[in-house]
Nanobody, 126 residues
Framework: VQLQACGGGLVQAGESLKLSCAAS????????LAWFRQAPGKERAFVAG????????YYGDSVNGRFTISRDNAAKTVYLQMDSLKPEDTAIYFC????????????????????WGQGTQVTVSS
């Protein structure tokens, strides 16, 4: 499986961006999906995640209420809608995928994810 993220850019505080991550392969619906981000000098951190069916979503505390994750299994794509962006959201954003059984508990741990996209830069100016 290969993941290709896009949609990053330079925006001003308060504006919005929508990231996309398209997957190759035929097993997309079997994957738990997540977005992580890494700011300069910091560790990679969980941003948002979604279960295989899309029925459950999870968010990091700093983005809860501002970001929305969604997936389209037919299009093999996961999205991250980012609203009310803040300068502290500046980072490289990575999509990640983990093949799981349907009942697997959701994971926020980077070590649990097998497949990673190349990252897309998001810069928010004040």
């Amino acid at each position: 499986v290969q993941l290709q993220a896009c949609g990053g850019g330079l925006v001003q505080a308060g504006e919005s961006l929508k990231l996309s991550c398209a997957a190759s392969g035929s097993t997309f619906s079997r994957f738990m999906l997540a977005w992580f981000r890494q700011a300069p000098g910091k560790e990679r951190a969980f941003v948002a995640g979604i279960t295989r069916s899309g029925g459950n979503t999870y968010y990091g505390d700093s983005v809860n209420g501002r970001f929305t994750i969604s997936r389209d299994n037919a299009a093999k794509t996961v999205y991250l809608q980012m609203d009310s962006l803040k300068p502290e959201d500046t980072a490289i954003y990575f999509c990640a995928a983990k093949s799981t059984i349907l009942t697997a508990p959701f994971s926020r741990d980077t070590d649990d994810y097998t497949y990673w996209g190349q990252g897309t830069q998001v810069t928010v100016s004040s």
